[in-house]
C-alpha cells in the first residue's frame, strides 16, 4: 500500500510517498525506514523510489520524500544546503515516529549517493536513528569533489567555478548557476537512471555546501547502532573509497559491502536481485522486522 501525503520541516511543506506492507496486521507496529534521494533529484522514478519499495517488500515500513527545494516539496528550487537536507531528515523521522503503522523506536535510514551522505551525517548526529543503510555515498566533500574531477585541468575547472560564484554573489547578491554535471560528472550512459523530475540547474553555492561536507566527522557516533556502506566496486560517478573510508572510521557493528557487475545505481541494474538478496541478509542479522 502507499499513501500520499506530507510533512512540515522548518515551516516548508515536504511531499511524501508512505509504504506499507500488505501483510501488516491491524493495529500492529512495524520497524521502518526513512529514505532519501540523490543529489538534487526525487522521490518519484528514481533510486529512492526503488529502495522504498525494497523495504516495502522485505516487510518494512518506508517514507520516501522529497528533500526542500526538491520535486515537490516547498522552497526556493535547486537552492539545497547539506545541512537543510540533514534537518529534512530527522523532521521525517519526528513525522513518521507518530504513524500507527510504525515503531518509534525502531526507525532506521537509507539514502543512495548524496542521500548516503546526508542519512550518515543525521544518524551520526540523532540517535533516535535505529540503523543506516548508506549507498554508493561519501564522507568528505572535498575528497569526492577531487575524485569526480581527477585531472589538475578538471580539477582547476572546478575550482574556478566555486570561485566565480563565491565573486558573484559577493558583487551581486544572487546566486550563479551551473550544470549539476559541472559539479557532479555522469557519464552519459548512467544518465538514463537519473529521475525526470531530477533538476538539472544548480546554484553555485549548493556546490559548495556539498564540498564542505563531512559525514566522516560523525559517522564514528553512530555506534553501537548498526550501519551499513554498500558501493559499486567500479562507481563512475562516486569513487568507492569514500564508502571504504567511511567504513574504516566507523565503530561497530558496522559491514562494507562492495558490489561488481555495475556501477553507481545497483538496484537498477540486471543484478539487482543479487544486491537486494546481500542487503536483505544484512537487515535479517542487524535490523530484522521481527524484534
Not at 550518515?120 to 533516535?128: E, F, L, T
Amino acid at each position: 500500500m502507499q499513501e500520499k501525503l506530507s510533512f512540515m520541516s522548518d515551516g516548508l511543506k515536504l511531499s511524501a510517498v508512505l509504504h506499507v506492507p500488505d501483510s501488516r496486521k491491524p493495529g500492529e507496529r512495524l520497524p521502518a525506514f526513512i529514505v532519501l534521494h540523490g543529489f538534487v533529484g526525487s522521490k518519484d522514478e528514481s533510486h529512492a523510489e526503488i529502495q522504498a519499495q525494497m523495504m516495502e517488500d522485505f516487510g518494512y515500513v518506508a517514507l520516501r520524500f522529497d528533500f526542500r527545494c526538491c520535486g515537490e516539496s516547498e522552497g526556493e528550487r535547486a537552492q539545497v544546503r547539506c545541512f537543510d537536507q540533514v534537518a529534512d531528515a530527522k523532521n521525517a523521522l519526528t513525522f513518521l515516529a507518530q504513524r500507527e503503522e510504525v515503531d518509534p523506536a525502531r526507525i532506521g535510514v537509507v539514502g543512495h549517493s548524496f542521500g548516503a551522505a546526508v542519512a550518515v551525517y543525521a544518524a551520526g548526529i540523532d540517535n533516535r536513528f535505529a540503523c543506516v543503510i548508506s549507498s554508493c555515498g561519501w564522507g568528505d566533500g572535498e575528497r569526492k569533489f577531487r575524485g569526480q574531477h581527477p585531472t589538475p585541468e578538471a580539477w582547476a575547472r572546478f575550482t574556478g567555478l566555486l570561485e566565480q560564484g563565491r565573486k558573484h554573489r559577493k558583487e551581486t547578491g544572487q546566486s550563479m548557476w551551473m550544470s549539476r554535471f559541472d559539479a557532479v560528472p555522469i557519464p552519459e550512459k548512467l544518465r538514463q537512471n537519473l529521475s525526470p523530475k531530477a533538476i538539472m540547474e544548480i546554484p553555485v553555492e549548493t556546490a559548495i555546501s556539498m564540498y564542505e561536507f563531512r559525514a566522516d566527522d560523525v559517522v564514528s557516533h553512530i555506534a553501537p547502532r548498526p550501519s551499513l556502506f554498500f558501493h559499486t566496486a567500479d562507481d563512475g560517478i562516486t569513487p568507492s573509497e569514500q564508502s571504504m573510508r567511511l567504513f574504516e572510521k566507523a565503530g561497530q557493528p558496522a559491514e562494507l559491502m562492495l558490489i561488481t557487475g555495475t556501477s553507481h545505481f545497483p538496484l537498477s541494474a540486471q543484478d539487482a536481485p543479487r544486491t537486494k538478496m546481500m542487503i536483505k541478509s544484512w537487515l535479517d542479522k542487524f535490523f530484522p522486522v521481527a524484534a
